[in-house]
Nanobody
């Protein structure tokens, strides 16, 4: 069992940056593949970025965020990050952290990101 707590959301102007953090409790953090997903009002939840277990040598991004967002992990801190640059109004959503290993999936409670002038 792992519990996830996201932080770092907020209100930012278009073109600005935010860094989201997801802190995991429990043991064995490095065995989990981690991901960030988001859900905008009236839309389905979508994948934003994924990072592999272990050292996190494999990452994957949604086309809409490639070149602007970077996912990383620090296994010594049981934390995964999402650095978001050049933010756009369409990035406005609740951002969720996910941990997965095999059939087991765990989700955080989400953090709101609002991009508006």
């Amino acid at each position: 069992q792992v519990q996830l707590v996201e932080s770092g959301g907020g209100l930012v102007h278009p073109g600005g940056s935010l860094r989201l953090s997801c802190a995991a409790s429990g043991s064995g953090f490095s065995i989990y593949a981690m991901g960030w997903h988001r859900q905008a009002p009236g839309k389905q939840r979508e994948m934003v970025a994924l990072i592999s277990s272990g050292s996190g040598g494999i990452t994957n991004y949604a086309d809409s965020v490639k070149g602007r967002f970077t996912i990383s992990r620090d296994n010594t801190k049981n934390t995964v990050y999402l650095q978001m640059n050049s933010l756009k109004p369409e990035d406005t959503a609740v951002y969720y952290c996910r941990a997965g290993v095999g059939p087991r999936q765990y989700w955080g409670q989400g953090t709101q990101v609002t991009v508006s002038s």
